[in-house]
T-cell receptor
């Protein structure tokens, strides 16, 4: 079974703090993704990575950065947390093949509250 | 423009009733993939089904069934004889844009299903 884990289920931070969210997958997937989920908006892609040290902006990258130093680990960084970044953050991974329709497998999510 | 539309925000049913979730998508590509995911209260998205655009056969898996109709750009999901454990948010998603996709998914807003005993 694919296993995607996230470092925290719940996180409370203060405005201006630097926040690290970590994601680890154990299936040797090339692709990794970070989404945020807000009510009524579904999931929106923040950043994704298709290889170590490679990253691509998603639909809402502003205020975020990412790091992928190892294939199995993908970190999302909030350089200076703001209250509008209070959200559910979901990490996912998938194979990178010639078919772009590979299934993404998700972690349990991190509920971040920024005060 | 939203590429995946789930018009139903919330559906409430009594146990054993059937429930159908609508999903309408928009794409110019001839090859694309559609997905359904379930998100129970625990938060983790659980993969349910993946369908490519060339396979219009309906699929049944236990109490779940999917109706894919390219003519109406719809990929609807039916839960037969619903149970309390079916209470969750269900997301429909689309993967297209082969030139720069890297397997990105575009999600609908989700439909909350509430099944009461």
């Amino acid at each position: 079974d694919v296993k995607v884990t996230q470092s925290s289920r719940y996180l409370v931070k203060r405005t201006g703090e630097k926040v690290f969210l970590e994601c680890v997958q154990d299936m040797d997937h090339e692709n990794m993704f970070w989404y945020r989920q807000d009510p009524g908006l579904g999931l929106r892609l923040i950043y994704f990575s298709y290889d170590v040290k490679m990253k691509e902006k998603g639909d809402i990258p502003e205020g975020y950065s990412v790091s992928r130093e190892k294939k199995e680990r993908f970190s999302l960084i909030l350089e200076s947390a703001s209250t509008n970044q209070t959200s559910m953050y979901l990490c996912a991974s998938s194979l990178l093949t010639s078919s772009y329709g590979e299934t993404q497998y998700f972690g349990p999510g991190t509920r971040l509250l920024v005060l | 423009a939203q590429k995946v539309t789930q018009a139903q925000t919330e559906i409430s049913v009594v146990e054993k009733e059937d429930v159908t979730l609508d999903c309408v998508y928009e794409t110019r590509d001839t090859t694309y993939y559609l997905f359904w995911y379930k998100q129970p209260p625990s938060g983790e998205l659980v993969f349910l089904i993946r369908r490519n655009s060339f396979d219009e056969q309906n699929e049944i898996s236990g109490r779940y069934s999917w109706n894919f109709q390219k003519s109406t750009s719809s990929f609807n999901f039916t839960i037969t004889a619903s149970q309390v454990v079916d209470s969750a948010v269900y997301f429909c998603a689309l993967s297209d844009q082969p030139t720069d996709s890297w397997g990105k998914l575009q999600f609908g807003a989700g439909t909350q299903v509430v099944v009461t005993p």
